[in-house]
């Protein structure tokens, strides 16, 4: 692959207008939020910023993964559009140039299915094989469905065939992925309520009791005794969300 072209790197997350700012709030509030009931301490907020800075990368990973799965949906568009073109007599080549305005008129100039097509058209005014192109494009964006695309485009290219109806094939599987992906998020939709519920009910019993009975945890605090306590049902704390994370990943895995 040619250096001429510049490429997003699929581990950097594209923040859109505003995004990095809200991030931001959301990481320092979560930052005040242990401080306060574990610490209620300014300086706490010092060590405490590791936990903010965990927060900020869990939402880009959040969002990364959100638009890995968009660009997936995006993509299955796409090569359904390249078919099309090809049984109309195209190259696939300029299949793949001419959906470009199919692209931008279901999902607007800005999306990243269309950013791809210029790089493509881009590519290929260069001359860099359109497999090249593809394969690049699946290990930037990191999505299974466009590495597996990929991968049938090259042995096809290779060995010869309809291309027409192998993209079309391969479209309909990458859609058959994506409705299972969208039926397990439907499945364990009520589980992930649960667990948030479970994540944020320590600070709700906390709240409730402090402003009924005030002064009621005063010994936590500003003390040996009590900051040793108070770091210890920190770790259980955090101890029990990464547990959590780590089984809702597994359930994830085992249904996918």
Same mark, same amino acid.
């Given at each position: ?8 790197? *699929? &581990? ?13 709030? /959301? ?5 005040? /939020?242990?401080?306060? !009931?574990?610490?209620?301490? +300014? ?12 927060? !900020? ?5 959040? @969002? ?17 559009? /390249? ?9 696939? #080549?300029?299949?793949?140039? #001419? ?11 800005? =999306?990243?299915? *269309? ?21 690049? $494009?699946? @290990?930037?964006?990191? *999505?299974? #469905? ?6 049938? +485009? ?16 391969? =479209? ?13 998020? $439907? ?15 320590? +600070? ?6 402090? $402003? ?17 306590? $108070?770091?210890? &049902? ?14 809702? @990943? ?7």
């Amino acid at each position: 692959m040619k250096g001429s072209l510049k490429r997003q790197d *699929c &581990c950097k997350y594209g923040w859109k207008k505003g995004e990095r700012a809200r991030a931001v709030l /959301v990481s320092l509030g979560v930052t005040g /939020v242990f401080s306060y !009931f574990f610490y209620r301490s +300014f300086l706490a907020l010092i060590p405490l910023s590791l936990i903010g800075a965990a927060a !900020f990368w869990m939402i880009r990973q959040q @969002k990364l993964e959100k638009a890995k799965q968009e660009l997936a949906g995006q993509f299955r568009e796409c090569i359904l559009a /390249v078919a099309t073109s090809l049984q109309a007599g195209y190259s696939v #080549e300029n299949a793949f140039l #001419e959906c470009g305005q199919d692209m931008a008129l279901m999902y607007g100039e800005q =999306a990243a299915i *269309c950013q791809e097509l210029k790089l493509i058209r881009r590519g290929l005014h260069i001359n860099i094989s359109l497999e090249g192109l593809l394969t690049d $494009m699946a @290990k930037r964006s990191d *999505c299974e #469905e466009i590495a597996q695309f990929a991968q049938i +485009f090259a042995l096809a290219k290779r060995n010869g065939g309809n291309m027409a109806e192998i993209i079309r094939n391969s =479209a309909g599987q990458i859609g058959r992925q994506i409705e299972l992906r969208q039926e397990i998020q $439907m499945l364990l939709g009520g589980k992930k309520m649960e667990l948030t519920i479970m994540k944020i009910m320590p +600070f709700g019993i906390l709240l409730y009791i402090d $402003m009924g009975n005030p002064g009621y945890f005063d010994s936590l605090y500003h003390n040996v005794v009590g900051v040793a306590v $108070m770091t210890g &049902c920190l770790g259980l704390y955090l101890g029990a969300y990464l547990l959590g994370e780590h089984i809702m @990943k597994g359930i994830m895995a085992d249904m996918g």
